[in-house]
Structures are given as C-alpha cells and as structure tokens.
C-alpha cells in the first residue's frame, strides 16, 4: 500500500531524445497554431473593424470634398466628331465638359455605390492613390488615370477579404448592374459591360477607352492575390454623360 | 509556465518588472500587427491593385 502511494506521487520520468522531440514538436504546433488563429483573426476582424471605423470618417470627408471641389467648364470633341472651323459661329455650340479639380492624394473625394450588392448599397468611400496605406480604409482611385465621370477609363482598386473587403461579392456582380460614383461633379452611373479575370500584372485593364468607363479591380479567388477579378463599366447617366456620347 | 520564469528573468524590483513586461508585450504586438499585416498584404489581399 505504502509503496503503491509512494509511486504514484513520484515525478514524472524525464524522457529521453524521442519524448523531448515529441513535445518540442506538440510545443512548436501549439504556437504555431496559435500564431495563425491569430493572424485570421487579425485579418478578417481586426483589419475590417478599423477600416469600418475609418471609412465612415473618410466618407464625411468626402462628402467635405463635393462642396469644395473645384469644378470647371472645357470645351470638349467627341473623338472622331468634325472640328468646329469657326468657334464664334453660335449655330456650332461647342459642347462643354464639367471637369474636377484632382482631388489631394490620399483624401477622399467620391463615393461608390452599388445597389445590388448588399456591402455597397450605402456607400464605401473613394480616396485618391492606391497605396496600401490608401487602399486600409477605403477604395483606391488609381491617380493617372481619369477621374470618375470623365471621358476615358477610371480605375478603381478595393480589398476583396481584408479591411472592410468592400468588393468581396464582386463575383455576384451581372451585366447590367447598375455602380453609382459621386463625386464633386454629381452622380455618375454606369452598367456593368464584362468581368474578367487577369494576372495582377495585366496593366492594359487600364489602358484608355473611348467613351467614358469604369473599372473596378480586386483580388481573385477570394482569400488569395493571385489573380484579379476586373469589372469593366460603361457610363450611362451623370452630368458629363450627354457630352461625352454627343 | 514559460512567461512566468521570463517575468523573473526580468532585472529590478517587482514595480520595475511589470513595467518591463508591459513594453515588452506592446512591442511584441505592434511586431505582431507588422507581421500580421505584411503576410495579410502578400497571402490574403494585396488591395486588389493591378501593376
């Protein structure tokens, strides 16, 4: 009986090589897994609930911006449409385009909207450059290309899991859906023309278009950056809208 | 166990331990966050940019 007690209070043996690699292993696994429940965490709550905090800010900003925005009137030719010879004949008016001043880098001065898909039906902030510091709180205007409402092809770049995800259900998106961008100038709306998917170094997805376009950008599949679900738009209403397809 | 004998480990009185620990913790998370962000930029979601 004695003996019995006495053996079942006596430490633990110490193992050999086998029970110590063992138990760095079960240690190391441990961590490890610890390390990654905290990363998904990080990455699907943390990031989003900060990007949610700070878009709301950026888009009181930008709504700041629209009353601000300086906006200006330029005479505009359709591609292709004959020259006007004589600019004082009041029979030829020469159509104007509402033209932006380019908004500060790193501010927000639009918002998109788009009513079918659920995350974006109240709005998500547009600021200017697509820096990862840029694209923690809101979408990404890609500065060198033209702003939205403007003739030519605007790029917009957004996160897709991480930081609000604002274009995580972009794969729901069909021809014909409606994306709404306001900006200084007013509302421009634009269809959904074609979606596609491209390598992240596919830079002619920005390439200038005839027309007035659109293009949203982010991440594909879902969770990865491999590769880059493209939404090409086409402007169907807004203030420069008639102008343009004059 | 571990975090225990580190605590100990550490230099001074008990005072001057604590608040030794509670740097250590906030730059072990702001390396953490680092972390968690450069892998979350490079694995998960670059932002969608095309380049």
Not at chain 1, 32 to 60: I, R
Not at chain 2, 3 to 24: E, H, S, Y
Request: with cysteine; net charge negative; proline share 7%.
């Amino acid at each position: 009986m004695t003996e019995t007690t006495e053996s079942a209070a006596a430490p633990p043996q110490r193992g050999g090589l086998v029970v110590r690699v063992v138990r760095f292993i079960g240690w190391t696994s441990i961590w490890l897994g610890l390390f990654l429940l905290g990363f998904v965490a990080h990455q699907l709550f943390v990031t989003t609930f900060f990007a949610q905090q700070n878009n709301a800010a950026l888009e009181v900003q930008a709504e700041e911006y629209f009353e601000e925005a300086e906006i200006t009137e330029v005479p505009y030719a359709t591609p292709g449409a004959p020259e006007v010879t004589d600019p004082g004949d009041a029979s030829l008016p020469t159509p104007t385009l509402l033209v932006e001043g380019a908004p500060p880098e790193h501010d927000a001065f639009a918002i998109i909207r788009i009513p079918s898909i659920d995350r974006l039906k109240d709005g998500w902030a547009v600021v200017e450059g697509v820096r990862r510091s840029d694209l923690k709180n809101g979408a990404g205007h890609m500065p060198s290309t033209p702003l939205p409402g403007q003739p030519g092809n605007s790029v917009i770049s957004g996160h897709r899991t991480t930081y609000g995800a604002p274009f995580h259900e972009f794969e729901e998106l069909v021809l014909g859906d409606i994306i709404e961008v306001e900006t200084g100038l007013g509302i421009h709306t634009y269809e959904v023309r074609e979606t596609i998917i491209v390598r992240p170094t596919e830079i002619w997805v920005t390439e200038q278009r005839q027309g007035a376009w659109l293009t949203l950008t982010t991440c594909h599949p879902k969770f990865s950056s491999r590769q880059r679900l493209v939404v090409f738009a086409e402007l169907v209403a807004g203030p420069n809208f008639k102008v343009i397809n004059e | 166990m571990i975090a225990k004998r580190m605590f100990n480990a550490l230099p001074g009185p008990r005072p001057v331990q604590i608040v030794l620990a509670v740097i250590i913790g906030i730059i072990a998370l702001v390396a953490l966050m680092f972390v968690y962000d450069w892998m979350g930029n490079n694995l998960l979601d670059s932002g969608g940019t095309i380049s």
